[in-house]
């Protein structure tokens, strides 16, 4: 099958959250299931060492170039065009602004190229049977297909209903669409055109990368305003849990870590706990529990619920660190808490992979309070490197983590620690329970080895896409969703 995969991050290339992460393993494990993948990206501006990557083909005041980072059948083609090399190392934000003031006709016109490629217009001498997308700046796509008359099946993935790129609705001449589809049942929200709506009307088939988030986006709580619309497309949507690439998350050969450690072979995570405290300057023993916390300081991440949570916590016998970068309300709120709490708080306001690797081999616990997370991989990273999550129950958390209820630690099944209540006093009482547990060291460790051998790689995730792809390319046929609802 020839996959076209249109996304707007890469690992190794540009990474703002875990659709970097998605965006270059799936489409690996594709290839190496014997696809055709073409991921599509722009070449922004913070992209380093590609300017050799051959131009393929013309593009509108640019060029297409190519670059195969391998296995065979996987090849990343670069939209290389002045706007797109304007855009630092943050696609998506100015330094210290909001958005790009660009953003409607860049990401318009990312997906028009890639409506071309599929079709290939480009007289490159391949044509998509399927394409990808992913979140609104790539949402346009099964749009732009529908308008460039290109019979490709379209999957559109959701990996954060929140972000749904809505733009005034004047925008009309910079998306360069048709005002026709400025309408309730297309790509009108709320007096405004919304992206997101493009790819949840326009695709033939919907994902989202748990199976728990697909079902409570489909509820009002959860909806951001389009559950109703997600629940009349639920036949068409599944949830499908994301996998990781494990040979590049294996504790037993990371060489960023003080010493190698395994399930069974936990040893050398003493050793990476104790260089970790040296990193932080904590003077922490072995009674005080480290907890870490990675990811975009965003009220979505829990932050907030952190920081009110913050001077219960610091009465337990708890040294907590947060790694990340993001809100400044949120980051101020961190920096005011590491004065506060010098022996026990630290913020890295940073982006910094080295430093997450050492935590989550490090620290004994990965605190995720989210508010709602579509599947989260941090915590999959942590259990394979024996750190135990402390988790909200939503979307992917609780379909990944096994919560340690005493059937579940007598059946040796608990990975980590899941809380139902929503609230700084859940979280406290959360933590709570796993430093009872960490107390019982013979069942601390059973957690940490039963996380540390799960597997999350990508084997059923791609087979499962693989079922989607067929799916779409047999709804193809059909009459399209739209055309029940204009
Ligand atoms: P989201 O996609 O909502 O940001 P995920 O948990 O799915 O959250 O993915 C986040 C990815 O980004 C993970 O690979 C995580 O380790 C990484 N990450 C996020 N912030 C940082 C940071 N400040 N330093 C290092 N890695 C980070």
Same mark, same amino acid.
């Given at each position: 099958?020839?996959?076209?995969?249109?996304?707007?991050?890469?690992?190794?290339?540009?990474?703002?959250?875990?659709?970097?992460?998605?965006?270059?393993?799936?489409?690996?494990?594709?290839?190496?299931?014997?696809?055709?993948?073409?991921?599509?990206?722009?070449?922004?501006?913070?992209?380093?060492?590609?300017?050799?990557?051959?131009?393929?083909?013309?593009?509108?005041?640019?060029?297409?170039?190519?670059?195969?980072?391998?296995?065979?059948?996987?090849?990343?083609?670069?939209?290389?065009?002045?706007?797109?090399?304007?855009?630092?190392?943050?696609?998506?934000?100015?330094?210290?602004?909001?958005?790009?003031?660009?953003?409607?006709?860049?990401?318009?016109?990312?997906?028009?190229?890639?409506?071309?490629?599929?079709?290939?217009?480009?007289?490159?001498?391949?044509?998509?049977?399927?394409?990808?997308?992913?979140?609104?700046?790539?949402?346009?796509?099964?749009?732009?297909?529908?308008?460039?008359?290109?019979?490709?099946?379209?999957?559109?993935?959701?990996?954060?209903?929140?972000?749904?790129?809505?733009?005034?609705?004047?925008?009309?001449?910079?998306?360069?669409?048709?005002?026709?589809?400025?309408?309730?049942?297309?790509?009108?929200?709320?007096?405004?055109?919304?992206?997101? @709506?493009?790819?949840?009307?326009?695709?033939?088939?919907?994902?989202?990368?748990?199976?728990?988030?697909?079902?409570?986006?489909?509820?009002?709580?959860?909806?951001?305003?389009?559950?109703?619309?997600?629940?009349?497309?639920?036949?068409?949507?599944?949830?499908?849990?994301?996998?990781?690439?494990?040979?590049?998350?294996?504790?037993?050969?990371?060489?960023?870590?003080?010493?190698?450690?395994?399930?069974?072979?936990?040893?050398?995570?003493?050793?990476?706990?104790?260089?970790?405290?040296?990193?932080?300057?904590?003077?922490?023993?072995?009674?005080?529990?480290?907890?870490?916390?990675?990811?975009?300081?965003?009220?979505? @991440?829990?932050?907030?619920?952190?920081?009110?949570?913050?001077?219960?916590?610091?009465?337990?016998?708890?040294?907590?660190?947060?790694?990340?970068?993001?809100?400044?309300?949120?980051?101020?709120?961190?920096?005011?808490?590491?004065?506060?709490?010098?022996?026990?708080?630290?913020?890295?306001?940073?982006?910094?992979?080295?430093?997450?690797?050492?935590?989550?081999?490090?620290?004994?616990?990965?605190?995720?309070?989210?508010?709602?997370?579509?599947?989260?991989?941090?915590?999959?990273?942590?259990?394979?490197?024996?750190?135990?999550?402390?988790?909200?129950?939503?979307?992917?958390?609780?379909?990944?983590?096994?919560?340690?209820?005493?059937?579940?630690?007598?059946?040796?099944?608990?990975?980590?620690?899941?809380?139902?209540?929503?609230?700084?006093?859940?979280?406290?009482?959360?933590?709570?329970?796993?430093?009872?547990?960490?107390?019982?060291?013979?069942?601390?460790?059973?957690?940490?080895?039963?996380?540390?051998?799960?597997?999350?790689?990508?084997?059923?995730?791609?087979?499962?896409?693989?079922?989607?792809?067929?799916?779409?390319?047999? @709804? @193809?046929?059909?009459?399209?969703?739209?055309?029940?609802?204009?």
């Amino acid at each position: 099958m020839n996959i076209l995969f249109a996304t707007t991050e890469f690992e190794g290339l540009v990474k703002v959250g875990g659709l970097a992460d998605f965006s270059s393993s799936l489409p690996r494990a594709l290839a190496r299931r014997g696809q055709q993948l073409r991921v599509l990206l722009p070449y922004y501006g913070g992209i380093r060492g590609l300017d050799d990557a051959p131009v393929v083909a013309a593009l509108p005041g640019g060029c297409l170039r190519e670059w195969c980072p391998g296995p065979r059948g996987l090849r990343v083609w670069l939209v290389d065009q002045p706007h797109w090399r304007a855009r630092g190392a943050d696609p998506y934000a100015r330094p210290g602004d909001g958005a790009w003031p660009d953003d409607a006709g860049a990401f318009s016109g990312f997906c028009r190229i890639a409506a071309w490629l599929a079709g290939d217009r480009l007289g490159l001498g391949w044509r998509a049977d399927v394409v990808h997308a992913n979140d609104w700046p790539t949402a346009l796509a099964p749009v732009w297909l529908m308008l460039e008359r290109v019979p490709a099946a379209t999957v559109f993935t959701i990996h954060n209903l929140a972000c749904q790129g809505v733009f005034p609705a004047g925008s009309g001449a910079a998306l360069g669409l048709p005002s026709w589809l400025f309408h309730p049942e297309a790509l009108e929200y709320w007096g405004q055109w919304s992206f997101l @709506k493009g790819g949840l009307v326009f695709a033939d088939r919907l994902t989202t990368v748990s199976p728990s988030y697909a079902a409570e986006i489909r509820t009002q709580a959860f909806g951001e305003g389009l559950d109703g619309l997600l629940r009349a497309r639920a036949g068409d949507l599944d949830g499908i849990v994301n996998g990781i690439d494990e040979a590049a998350w294996n504790p037993l050969r990371d060489p960023v870590l003080a010493a190698p450690f395994g399930p069974r072979r936990l040893g050398g995570r003493a050793g990476c706990r104790a260089a970790l405290l040296d990193e932080l300057g904590f003077a922490a023993d072995d009674n005080t529990a480290i907890a870490a916390m990675v990811g975009r300081v965003q009220t979505q @991440k829990g932050i907030d619920e952190l920081l009110l949570a913050l001077p219960r916590l610091m009465e337990l016998p708890l040294a907590v660190v947060v790694l990340g970068s993001g809100d400044a309300r949120l980051e101020r709120g961190l920096s005011e808490a590491a004065r506060r709490y010098p022996q026990r708080f630290r913020a890295a306001l940073r982006y910094d992979e080295g430093l997450g690797r050492r935590l989550f081999s490090g620290a004994d616990l990965l605190l995720m309070p989210s508010r709602f997370e579509p599947c989260g991989l941090t915590q999959l990273y942590a259990m394979r490197y024996g750190c135990i999550p402390v988790a909200r129950a939503v979307g992917g958390l609780r379909d990944t983590i096994t919560d340690a209820t005493s059937a579940a630690l007598d059946a040796g099944e608990a990975t980590g620690i899941l809380y139902a209540d929503g609230s700084p006093a859940g979280l406290v009482a959360a933590a709570r329970r796993a430093l009872e547990l960490r107390a019982q060291p013979e069942r601390w460790q059973r957690v940490q080895d039963t996380g540390m051998r799960q597997r999350h790689g990508w084997q059923a995730g791609a087979e499962a896409y693989q079922r989607v792809y067929q799916a779409a390319l047999a @709804k @193809k046929g059909t009459v399209p969703f739209f055309v029940d609802v204009l």
